[in-house]
């Protein structure tokens, strides 16, 4: 199949080229002076970021018009749902496609959506294996709580503050009382521990895909249970990051506040939600209060239940074995590209091998 020339738009970020690097590909750059309106213009393929959605709204009319194609990367698909769905509405089929890096709903009637990985893969490195196989090899907890709660530092949005303070407000006496200090402080000494770790280690980023560094073994020690509220709740998109994986890949039980549409993926993808009856509760719920309800319903049985401990360790169990055996990025990734661009750079790694 003949390669077709696409062009980055400007605001295509680096890490995206870098990504679509790594598949093989060599995409052009717009000229100098040349504008995104005048690409569509003279029918030039554009890769765009998902943070100008609203200029291909604006121009849809030129678009239409066009013999031009135009794959928008996408990295917080919930983030722009709404705009999606608007562009959806106006604009022709074939004309648009969504790029994930990582997994993506296709939610849309006229844009397809692939996506070239899924989020596991982000955490998925060898050396932070080494250091949690280390660390369950030579754990000896001693709980002082039944949870262990940890909302980021950053900016939190409305939603994710309603679930904070109710889960402040109801669980207090069952969450593990943690000082930390300034979060200035904390990132300061966390950039000099990567710094050392780059110098020691000759460049390679040794903790990278689980945001902040690692996990908290040292308050893993210290509880039972973790309780994690997923970046977004209330769309129907899928969203699952570091904040999920990081009990699962250590084999650490977890409570996990996360839509309907996070708890089938993770299903589809043959993770265990136990108890069924708690994710079930959770599926059904329409906002943030009920989502809240579920969970201190859920966490007063947890109390009184060893049968409801004992069904969160065996899931803890099974979910570290099948996090550590995914597929690799170009398995996850080949198929999606192939669609979006009509053709694949890693289909010539196999004619070449033959060739040798």
Sequence with gaps: MTEEIY????????????????????????????????????????????????????????????????????????????????????IEKNKILLLGTQHIENLYNKINCYSLSSSEIWCQHDFIYYIIKKWRAERTPNEEALFLFMPSYKKQNQERKQFIEGIHKNLMEDLLKIQLKDHTELYKKRDEFDEWMKITFNGSNMLGGFGSGTPRFDFYDRVFCEIVIETSYNTPTVHVTE???????????????????????????????????????????????????????????????????????????????????????????AESVRKVFGYCPLDQIIKKLEEI
């Design 243 to 333: 904040k999920t994986w990081k009990p699962i890949a250590s084999g650490f039980p977890c409570c996990l506040l996360i839509n309907a549409a996070n708890i089938k993926y993770l299903k589809d993808q043959g993770y265990e939600l136990s108890p069924k009856f708690f994710y079930d509760d959770l599926s059904r719920c329409d906002n943030d209060q009920q989502a809240i309800d579920v969970l201190i319903d859920f966490a007063k049985k947890l109390k009184q239940s060893e049968n409801l401990k004992e069904e969160l360790l065996n899931m803890a169990e099974y979910n570290y074995k099948k996090f550590w055996t995914q597929k690799s990025l170009w398995e996850h990734g």
């Design 7 to 90: 062009y980055y738009s400007s605001k295509t970020p680096f890490w995206v080229k870098d990504n679509l690097k790594r598949y093989g590909y060599k995409f052009q750059y717009l000229q100098s002076g040349t504008t995104e309106l005048e690409a569509i213009k003279n029918n030039k393929n554009i890769i765009w970021y998902e943070t100008e959605i609203d200029q291909l709204i604006d121009n849809v009319s030129i678009i239409k018009h066009s013999f031009q194609k135009n794959v928008i990367v996408i990295d917080h698909h919930f983030n722009y749902h709404k705009k999606l769905k608007k562009l959806d509405e106006c």
